[in-house]
C-alpha cells in the first residue's frame, strides 16, 4: 500500500484544514487507516483511526470533538477534517494503514506509512 498525505498548511488559531491520503492500493476497503503527527522534539502522537469498514473511529483525548476522520472507499482516500486549531496543533501529520479490521492507537501497528504533510497553527 502507497500513501501520499496532502492538504496541509498554515493558519490562524480557529481555523480549519482538511488533510486526505489517497491509498494506491485497489484493496483500500481492506486496510484500517490511521493518522498520527509529530512535532519539534517530541514523539510521534495517535491523532485518529478509522477502521476499513468506516464503521469504528477513534481519537486522541486532545482532538475529540474538533478533529473528524472519514474515508472514501471509491476515492481510496482517508480524510481528516480538523476544527478550531490550537497551535498545539502544529506538527508534521502523517497517514498510515494496516492490513486489519481492528483500529490501533499505537504507530508501531502500522506497516504502511506516507510521507508527512505540515500543518502550522499561529496563535
Known amino acids: 500500500v502507497q500513501l501520499q498525505a496532502f492538504g496541509g498548511g498554515l493558519v490562524q488559531a480557529g481555523g480549519s484544514l482538511r488533510l486526505s491520503c489517497a491509498a494506491s492500493?485497489?484493496?483500500?476497503?481492506?486496510?484500517?487507516m490511521g493518522w498520527f503527527r509529530q512535532a519539534p522534539g517530541k514523539e510521534r502522537e495517535f491523532v485518529a483511526a478509522?477502521?476499513?469498514?468506516?464503521?469504528?473511529?477513534v481519537y486522541a483525548d486532545s482532538v475529540k470533538g474538533r478533529f473528524t476522520i472519514s474515508r472514501d472507499t471509491a476515492k481510496n482516500t482517508s480524510n481528516l477534517q480538523m476544527n478550531s486549531l490550537k497551535p498545539e496543533d502544529t506538527a508534521v501529520y502523517s497517514c498510515?494503514?494496516?492490513?486489519?479490521?481492528?483500529?490501533?492507537?499505537?504507530?508501531?501497528?502500522?506497516?504502511?506509512w506516507g510521507q508527512g504533510t505540515q500543518v502550522t497553527v499561529s496563535s
Open positions: 492500493e485497489r484493496t483500500f476497503s481492506s486496510v484500517t
Open positions: 498510515a494503514a494496516r492490513r486489519t479490521s481492528v483500529v490501533s492507537r499505537s504507530p508501531s501497528q502500522y506497516r504502511y
Open positions: 478509522i477502521s476499513w469498514s468506516g464503521g469504528s473511529a
